[in-house]
């Protein structure tokens, strides 16, 4: 039953997704309010900015309170390619004035909500995302792409774990040679030959379950504390 839910809500959020885009392309009214009430009160401290979409949205609807227990601030719409977080980045990321920012998209633009997917302009999506932060003296963290063996509301695409895994092995290379840290999510979440989701954590082979939220806050947890800040 969670997973029918599941799939119809992304279903929904896809359609809803359409409809805003002929107005607000890139849904910056989806958090205005939200960012109005932070930047209108200075002693509210925003200590880390989650950007992302689905997979980031449900990550905070799913366990709320591991976000206010780390001051982490969610910034995720689902259905979104990295070019719509990069038209909104200033606006939900850049003036909450974070300490840091978590990025982590491309599973939308290998699944081509936006159109044809090209791994350069994802790239080059992700590294102007990483510019705007560093040129206000935020700290960035970037992730991996979540394994996944395909996409239920695209099944045309086809290659899925290749781009996946090419996709990553980019965004690990800038974050070393940037000297920005990376979580690895794949590693900890991909189940074996087949390069999927492990179904131990997802319901629907594309979004973690609670469980798979579980690794998730692990790892992310374990790359805040070994920051310097």
Excluded at 209 to 222: D, F, H, K, Q, T
Aim: glycine share 6%; net charge negative.
């Amino acid at each position: 039953m969670k997973h029918f839910l599941i799939i119809i809500i992304m279903f929904w959020n896809l359609l809803l997704g359409h409809t805003i885009q002929a107005q607000d392309w890139a849904n910056k009214a989806r958090y205005a309010q939200a960012n109005q009430a932070w930047t209108s009160q200075p002693e509210k401290q925003c200590h880390v900015v989650m950007m992302g979409n689905s997979i980031t949205e449900y990550w905070e609807e799913l366990h709320p309170e591991f976000f206010v227990d780390n001051q982490l601030v969610g910034r995720g719409i689902s259905g979104q390619v990295s070019s719509q977080m990069l038209v909104r980045f200033r606006q939900d990321v850049i003036n909450l004035n974070p300490q840091a920012v978590v990025i982590n998209c491309g599973t939308n633009d290998i699944a081509e909500n936006n159109g044809p997917y090209d791994e350069d302009i994802t790239m080059d999506n992700i590294q102007s995302m990483v510019e705007l932060v560093v040129n206000h003296g935020i700290q960035v963290i970037l992730t991996s792409v979540l394994p996944c063996d395909g996409f239920v509301w695209n099944p045309s695409v086809s290659n899925v774990q290749e781009k996946i895994q090419s996709l990553n092995r980019r965004i690990m290379a800038f974050a070393h040679e940037s000297s920005l840290p990376y979580i690895n999510y794949y590693t900890s979440m991909v189940h074996g030959e087949s390069r999927a989701l492990n179904p131990a954590y997802t319901e629907d082979g594309v979004h973690p379950s609670l469980a798979g939220y579980a690794v998730m806050e692990r790892l992310l947890l374990e790359t805040l504390h070994n920051i310097n800040w």
